[in-house]
């Protein structure tokens, strides 16, 4: 069965430990980052359905980036749940 393709996109916001390479995390396309004065990062990126900010979560992991949090940002309402 194949995810639903959806027209609205939500961005989120996903909190990585400290990375020494950020080419890696660029690598992944159309995001924003924030590092932090501590050593983590925010990711800033948008996806069109669950499985597909999964599958990127999944390839964060894959890296050795693993994600700390993760907040969807919808009509600048937050809902922030465990990575």
Same mark, same amino acid.
């Given at each position: 069965?194949?995810?639903?393709?959806?027209?609205?996109?939500?961005?989120?916001? #996903?909190?990585? @430990?400290?990375?020494?390479?950020?080419?890696? #995390?660029?690598?992944?396309?159309? /995001?924003?980052?924030?590092?932090? @004065?501590?050593? @983590?990062?925010?990711?800033?990126?948008?996806?069109?359905? @669950?499985?597909?900010?999964?599958?990127?979560?999944?390839? /964060?992991?894959?890296?050795? #980036?693993?994600?700390?949090? #993760?907040?969807?940002?919808?009509?600048?309402? /937050?809902?922030?749940?465990?990575?």
């Amino acid at each position: 069965m194949e995810p639903k393709a959806s027209n609205t996109q939500n961005t989120y916001r #996903i909190l990585v @430990e400290e990375t020494n390479d950020q080419q890696i #995390i660029e690598w992944f396309g159309n /995001l924003t980052l924030s590092p932090q @004065e501590n050593g @983590e990062t925010f990711v800033d990126i948008s996806f069109n359905n @669950e499985p597909v900010s999964r599958g990127f979560q999944d390839k /964060l992991w894959n890296c050795s #980036i693993p994600g700390l949090s #993760i907040e969807c940002i919808e009509n600048e309402n /937050l809902t922030k749940t465990n990575a």
